[in-house]
């Protein structure tokens, strides 16, 4: 109970102060951090792969879910122009401290985790993997459907946000004049 | 979400409530005894990210446009 309020508090507060920040990439940050109370709300709630979810779908955005080149992506998070330095600027030791720290909770994560199965008594293991075979067989049998059909969907959004993202080409600009 | 003038947060803002929406599945799914709640919760979240990367691509498309984040900015299609 104490866990499940505690987790439930920094979600509630950080998805606020995600609203709150002026920056966009403090928000993210805050974004980060409603995702992992989340998390923990997932696992409170026998549900370990939503769990799981969220925060790789976060890391992955983290790194750059849309392919741009230049610092177009970095600017329009700041709102305003800005110069190479300035990007580099934000590349700097609090960034770097912070993904060390997500790297090393990263590890600290698994080696709990490979522990924890370690010691966990045979019949949970067991049940853990009939719920986890449940949710595989329901995914490939009656969701089946849906689940190609979300596969396409994210086919066609990569492709989609590639081409949007991509700079124009001035000599195709030059040939659309004429 | 409507508060905010900047494009990104309005994406976040939308990421949060996507969210919460998981969260109640999860949580009907589990007082109700059923996977299904989390199967949809799968589904929620690939189109989430879809739209994430989508939406941000057309942020990025529009900035180099407009150089402004400001949703006010782009009232061309405005009815």
Same mark, same amino acid.
């Given at each position: 109970?104490? =866990?499940s309020?505690?987790s439930a508090a920094v979600a509630v507060v950080a998805s606020l102060l995600v609203i +709150? ?6 928000? *993210? /940050?805050l974004l980060?951090a409603s995702f992992g109370a989340l998390s923990g709300l997932y696992?409170l709630l026998?549900a370990?792969?939503v769990a *799981?979810d969220p925060?790789?779908r976060l =890391?992955? @955005?983290?790194?750059? $879910?849309?392919? *741009? ?7 329009? +998070? ?5 110069? !190479?330095? &300035?990007?580099? @600027? ?9 993904? $060390? %720290? /997500?790297? %090393? ?10 522990? $924890?199965? &370690?010691? !966990?008594? $045979?019949?949970?293991? @067991? ?13 490939? !049998?009656?969701? &089946?459907?849906?689940?190609?059909? !979300? ?5 066609? +959004?990569? *492709?989609? &946000? ?11 600009? =030059?040939? @659309?004049?004429? | 979400m409507?508060?905010?003038? #900047?494009?990104?947060?309005i994406l976040l803002s939308i990421e949060i409530m996507l969210n919460a929406v998981n969260l109640t599945f999860v949580a009907f799914g589990r007082a ?5 709640g989390q199967?949809i919760v799968?589904f929620v979240m690939?189109v989430a990210?879809?739209e994430a ?16 984040? #400001? ?9």
């Open positions: 109970m104490l =866990r309020t505690c +709150a920040q002026r920056n966009p990439i403090y928000s *993210v /940050l980060i696992v026998d370990p792969f *799981v925060d790789h =890391r992955r @955005r983290d790194h750059g $879910a849309v392919p *741009v080149r230049g610092d177009a992506a970095e600017r329009a +998070a700041r709102g305003h122009r800005s110069s !190479t330095s &300035a990007s580099i @600027r934000c590349c700097g030791p609090a960034p770097m401290r912070f993904g $060390a %720290l /997500l790297a %090393l909770a990263l590890v600290v994560e698994l080696v709990v985790g490979a522990d $924890a199965s &370690a010691a !966990t008594p $045979a019949r949970f293991r @067991r049940r853990r993997s009939a719920r986890s075979r449940a949710i595989g067989r329901s995914l490939f !049998t009656d969701y &089946a459907f849906p689940f190609e059909v !979300t596969s396409v969907l994210i086919l066609v +959004a990569m *492709v989609g &946000a590639v081409v949007l993202a991509q700079r124009d080409n001035p000599r195709d600009r =030059r040939d @659309r004049r004429v | 409507f508060v905010r003038r #900047n494009l990104i947060t109700l005894g059923s996977a299904d199967i799968f690939t990210a879809a990367a989508v939406g941000l691509a057309i942020v990025i498309s529009l900035f180099r446009h407009r150089e402004s984040l #400001n949703p006010d900015s782009f009232a061309a299609l405005k009815w």
